[in-house]
Nanobody, 122 residues
Framework: VQLVESGGGLVQAGGSLRLSCAASGDIFSVNAMGWYRQAPGKERELVAAIGSSGSTYYADSLKDRFTISRDNAKSTLYLQMNSLKPEDTAMYYC?????????????????WGQGTQVTVSS
């Protein structure tokens, strides 16, 4: 399975971005998916996750601004990010798991993308 993220970039505070993650290869192995982010000097953290049935999880501090979704027909995962803040600056990673239920444990993800950089200027 290959995961390729896109949609990152430089945006001013208060702006929006939509990240995409296209899955290819053995996509039948892809069920639960998630978005992580890692800022310089910080640990990788779970931003949002979505199960194969569409159930979702969000980090508490982000649930009002970020929305995770998926288009199974296109094998693509999305992250809509609104009202962006400078502290949202990070490398954002897409992850996929063979588990069908919602996955919030990093070790349970089997596949990772290379990441897309999001930079929010003040």
């Amino acid at each position: 399975v290959q995961l390729v993220e896109s949609g990152g970039g430089l945006v001013q505070a208060g702006g929006s971005l939509r990240l995409s993650c296209a899955a290819s290869g053995d996509i039948f192995s892809v069920n639960a998916m998630g978005w992580y982010r890692q800022a310089p000097g910080k640990e990788r953290e779970l931003v949002a996750a979505i199960g194969s049935s569409g159930s979702t999880y969000y980090a508490d501090s982000l649930k009002d601004r970020f929305t995770i979704s998926r288009d199974n027909a296109k094998s693509t995962l999305y992250l809509q990010m609104n009202s962006l803040k400078p502290e949202d600056t990070a490398m954002y990673y897409c992850a996929a798991s063979g588990h069908t239920f919602l996955v919030v444990i990093t070790a349970a993800y089997d596949y990772w993308g290379q990441g897309t950089q999001v930079t929010v200027s003040s």
